[in-house]
T-cell receptor, first 114, second 116 residues
Framework: KAGVTQTPRYLIKTRGQQVTLSCSPISGHRSVSWYQQTPGQGLQFLFEYFSETQRNKGNFPGRFSGRQFSNSRSEMNVSTLELGDSALYLC?????????????FGPGTRLLVL | AQSVAQPEDQVNVAEGNPLTVKCTYSVSGNPYLFWYVQYPNRGLQFLLKYITGDNLVKGSYGFEAEFNKSQTSFHLKKPSALVSDSALYFCAVREFGSGNTGKLIFGQGTTLQVKP
């Protein structure tokens, strides 16, 4: 079974621009979560989607948004990029959205904001 | 609030020796605990998890972890370290409660360096 895929793998943007990242979960998985990884803050939860509905949201400004499609693929969008948004963005999927389930991570999208 | 702490930024061990990467947690109820490993320029790979049952959990690549409720710890162990085990290790706890079933809370990570 193919793993979680994320596109693009690398991205360079300038301040003020917006960016859209894509995540395709493992086939059959309906839950997708997004995390931001930075050297200073570590791994922080952004949001989780299940069956096209946002179930949970982390403490990020409204510039960060996401959505999930009927095929469970998910996108996250960051508008008005800031230098501090430079990070590795990780997507994870699980079959459902239950506490004991394992989340499987994709390789990430590395975003650099100049 | 639920939290995870990895008290060591880096652990150094010689190849062939046993290794331990420490993790302590704070939750309001019963925890779901996870260990992940991250190699350079890669995503996180799942190693093992504790949900319930036996306190000793066995996982991938020869790793195991011991759940200790009284000490609120979930240390990762391996009897004999390999150079290829060198990577960044994350402990995580699943936050649960109304509307919080998916969110993982991660520790800051521990870099494991295995020297030949």
């Amino acid at each position: 079974k193919a793993g979680v895929t994320q596109t693009p793998r690398y991205l360079i943007k300038t301040r003020g621009q917006q960016v859209t990242l894509s995540c395709s979960p493992i086939s059959g998985h309906r839950s997708v979560s997004w995390y931001q990884q930075t050297p200073g803050q570590g791994l922080q939860f952004l949001f989780e989607y299940f069956s096209e509905t946002q179930r949970n949201k982390g403490n990020f400004p409204g510039r960060f948004s996401g959505r999930q499609f009927s095929n469970s693929r998910s996108e996250m969008n960051v508008s008005t990029l800031e230098l501090g948004d430079s990070a590795l963005y990780l997507c994870a999927s699980s079959l459902l959205s239950q506490g004991q389930e394992t989340q499987y991570f994709g390789p990430g999208t590395r975003l650099l904001v100049l | 609030a639920q939290s995870v702490a990895q008290p060591e930024d880096q652990v150094n061990v010689a190849e062939g020796n046993p290794l331990t990467v420490k993790c302590t947690y704070s939750v309001s109820g019963n925890p779901y605990l996870f260990w992940y490993v991250q190699y350079p320029n890669r995503g996180l790979q799942f190693l093992l998890k504790y949900i319930t049952g036996d306190n000793l959990v066995k996982g991938s690549y020869g790793f195991e972890a011991e759940f200790n409720k009284s000490q609120t710890s979930f240390h990762l162990k391996k009897p004999s370290a390999l150079v290829s085990d060198s990577a960044l290790y994350f402990c995580a706890v699943r936050e649960f409660g109304s509307g919080n079933t998916g969110k993982l809370i991660f520790g800051q990570g521990t870099t494991l360096q295995v020297k030949p």
